[in-house]
């Protein structure tokens, strides 16, 4: 079957607010330069964006339930394309940090609601494959995204990047507001305690958990990938590039095949082998760590493992919070999800650079050891519940 329009859609407008979110590190030296500010303070546009992202989705969750995902998308769509297209008025970094503090805002709507219908729109059989279609938009703007965006820049300057997103936000506009089926809200306004009430659910609380652990397992290695490769086998930045299109490229088929096993073998059974794939690919690299310098066709298909899982993730565990918060919670679950992740990156930030500063064959040590202890929390969450549920 092939995917409708209105959920292609949904994947484009997630590929662009997630090509948004890290379009600025491409475009970063030429940005510093012409506003006069350093290089730290210009980076400081991606930390803001994300802060404001994990901040305001949970609350966004709090007014959405009341209004229909029709009508939600297309206005936070319109102010995200504006916020981006903006940027050729501005000529300092606050008016810069200002729009970027509104991009964020309008993506804190467009993430969970598009997972959100996505999942409750799709039939039992390929609610899997429906997510992994919207997550395809987030690994395409990793892997098509933020290189374009980066071309922009270097063709047009660096407010090329931005003018970028915003012509890709008005697509995706025109696509959502002309296919996305007519819905009804979710129910009525929800309360902090409603959004809180999910939590409550000890199985849920645990899958956040598992979701902050397995983000901050891959941002950990991710965000320190060009010095581990450096180091495991002397990859220049030519190499780098190719590598990192293979690792694109497994990510894609990751995030495709996720779906499909969620849908055959159940979300608990596809995260557990996700999780476990990264774990072995991670422990392999530190392995090799002592044998360096490491053939760069080995490193190749360790990074194909390894970005493949990593995509792999996320469906599973959008599936399994669904399965437990419900339905009519699947916004405000996502919502909280959305938030986790963010929190789980930065995390993941600060683990990779405790690694690098002991050494950086450290690295995929500490990418695997939270990976794992998501693995582990998540099967005896499943047990535990079983154990629960048990006839007695």
Same mark, same amino acid.
């Given at each position: 079957?092939?995917?409708?329009?209105?959920?292609?859609?949904?994947?484009?407008?997630?590929?662009?607010?997630?090509?948004?979110?890290?379009?600025?590190?491409?475009?970063?030296?030429?940005?510093?330069?012409?506003?006069?500010?350093?290089?730290?303070?210009?980076?400081?546009?991606?930390?803001?964006?994300?802060?404001?992202?994990?901040?305001?989705?949970?609350?966004?969750?709090?007014?959405?339930?009341?209004?229909?995902?029709?009508?939600?998308?297309?206005?936070?769509?319109?102010?995200?394309?504006?916020?981006?297209?903006?940027?050729?008025?501005?000529?300092?970094?606050?008016?810069? #940090? =200002? /729009?970027?503090?509104? !991009? @964020?805002?309008?993506? &804190?709507?467009?993430?969970?609601? *598009?997972? +959100? $219908?996505? %999942?409750?729109?799709?039939?039992?059989?390929?609610?899997?494959?429906?997510?992994?279609?919207?997550?395809?938009?987030?690994?395409?703007?990793?892997?098509?995204?933020?290189?374009?965006?980066?071309?922009?820049?270097?063709?047009?300057?660096?407010?090329?990047?931005?003018?970028?997103?915003?012509?890709?936000?008005? #697509? =995706? /506009?025109?696509?959502? !507001? @002309?296919?996305?089926? &007519?819905?009804?809200?979710?129910? *009525?306004? +929800? $309360?902090? %305690?409603?959004?809180?009430?999910?939590?409550?659910?000890?199985?849920?609380?645990?899958?956040?958990?598992?979701?902050?652990?397995?983000?901050?397992?891959?941002?950990?290695?991710?965000?320190?990938?060009?010095?581990?490769?450096?180091?495991?086998?002397?990859?220049?930045?030519?190499?780098?590039?190719?590598?990192?299109?293979?690792?694109?490229?497994?990510?894609?088929?990751?995030?495709?095949?996720?779906?499909?096993?969620?849908?055959?073998?159940?979300?608990?059974?596809?995260?557990?082998?996700?999780?476990?794939?990264?774990?072995?690919?991670?422990?392999?690299?530190?392995?090799?760590?002592?044998?360096?310098?490491?053939?760069?066709?080995?490193?190749?298909?360790?990074?194909?493992?390894?970005?493949?899982?990593?995509?792999?993730?996320?469906?599973?565990?959008?599936?399994?919070?669904?399965?437990?918060?419900?339905?009519?919670?699947?916004?405000?679950?996502?919502?909280?999800?959305?938030?986790?992740?963010?929190?789980?990156?930065?995390?993941?930030?600060?683990?990779?650079?405790?690694?690098?500063?002991?050494?950086?064959?450290?690295?995929?040590?500490?990418?695997?050891?939270?990976?794992?202890?998501?693995?582990?929390?998540?099967?005896?969450?499943?047990?535990?519940?079983?154990?629960?549920?048990?006839?007695?």
């Amino acid at each position: 079957m092939r995917s409708p329009i209105w959920l292609l859609a949904l994947a484009l407008a997630v590929f662009t607010v997630q090509t948004d979110d890290f379009v600025v590190l491409g475009v970063l030296p030429g940005l510093a330069a012409d506003l006069g500010v350093s290089e730290a303070a210009a980076g400081q546009l991606v930390t803001v964006y994300s802060l404001t992202y994990a901040l305001s989705a949970p609350a966004w969750a709090l007014v959405l339930p009341r209004v229909s995902v029709r009508r939600a998308l297309p206005p936070a769509l319109a102010v995200f394309t504006a916020a981006n297209l903006a940027v050729l008025a501005v000529d300092t970094h606050p008016q810069l #940090l =200002a /729009l970027r503090v509104l !991009a @964020a805002l309008s993506a &804190a709507v467009v993430v969970p609601a *598009a997972l +959100a $219908t996505a %999942a409750t729109r799709a039939p039992s059989e390929r609610r899997g494959r429906h997510l992994a279609t919207v997550m395809t938009g987030l690994t395409g703007a990793v892997l098509v995204g933020v290189p374009a965006g980066t071309w922009a820049g270097a063709v047009s300057g660096w407010e090329g990047a931005f003018v970028l997103c915003g012509a890709l936000g008005a #697509l =995706a /506009l025109v696509l959502v !507001a @002309a296919t996305l089926p &007519a819905t009804e809200p979710t129910g *009525a306004r +929800a $309360t902090p %305690a409603d959004l809180l009430r999910p939590l409550a659910n000890g199985t849920v609380a645990v899958l956040l958990a598992v979701t902050v652990l397995a983000v901050a397992g891959n941002l950990a290695f991710q965000t320190y990938l060009a010095p581990v490769l450096s180091g495991l086998a002397g990859v220049t930045p030519g190499p780098l590039a190719l590598l990192l299109v293979c690792a694109g490229a497994g990510g894609l088929l990751g995030t495709q095949g996720s779906g499909r096993l969620v849908d055959r073998l159940g979300p608990t059974r596809a995260l557990a082998s996700a999780l476990a794939v990264f774990c072995v690919t991670m422990s392999a690299l530190g392995l090799l760590w002592p044998s360096r310098p490491v053939p760069v066709a080995v490193v190749a298909v360790l990074l194909v493992c390894w970005s493949a899982a990593a995509w792999a993730v996320p469906p599973c565990l959008q599936a399994l919070m669904l399965d437990r918060a419900g339905e009519r919670a699947a916004t405000q679950a996502m919502a909280v999800q959305s938030a986790s992740v963010h929190v789980g990156a930065a995390c993941g930030g600060v683990l990779g650079g405790v690694a690098v500063a002991a050494g950086t064959g450290l690295v995929p040590v500490a990418a695997t050891a939270p990976a794992a202890l998501a693995l582990l929390l998540a099967l005896t969450a499943v047990r535990a519940r079983g154990r629960a549920t048990a006839p007695r």
